[in-house]
Nanobody, 119 residues
Framework: QVQLVESGGDSVQAGGSLRLSCTASAHTYCMGWFRQAPGKEREGVATSDLVGRTSYADSVKGRSTISRDNDANTLYLQMNSLKPEDTAMYYC????????????????WGQGTQVTVSS
């Protein structure tokens, strides 16, 4: 399994922005961001395959941009206009498949990075 390390989480006020990063230990076809708020199930935020095809959850569409630097094995999530409901632990996931919809089975996970948005 590939090792994933997330960073970039922080406490910000509503309307602010954050950029999350996830560095993988090896080349990975499918990578994605997921989040889990206390008492809720983990949900997909955004995914990106190797050629840049992306998927976004409706809740972040228009406010977030997923991107990746394949040379650096790094995945990013730029989040703007943050809302209190974006508060969650954000996880990076990886899957060894070419296409990257949310229902792909992600086999590797990072330890998470906390995002807290205050009103």
């Amino acid at each position: 399994q590939v090792q994933l390390v997330e960073s970039g989480g922080d406490s910000v006020q509503a309307g602010g922005s954050l950029r999350l990063s996830c560095t993988a230990s090896a080349h990975t076809y499918c990578m994605g961001w997921f989040r889990q708020a206390p008492g809720k199930e983990r949900e997909g935020v955004a995914t990106s395959d190797l050629v840049g095809r992306t998927s976004y959850a409706d809740s972040v569409k228009g406010r977030s941009t997923i991107s990746r630097d394949n040379d650096a094995n790094t995945l990013y999530l730029q989040m703007n206009s943050l809302k209190p409901e974006d508060t969650a632990m954000y996880y990076c996931g990886a899957a060894g498949v070419e296409r990257c919809p949310f229902d792909v089975t992600f086999t590797s996970w990072g330890q998470g990075t906390q995002v807290t948005v205050s009103s």
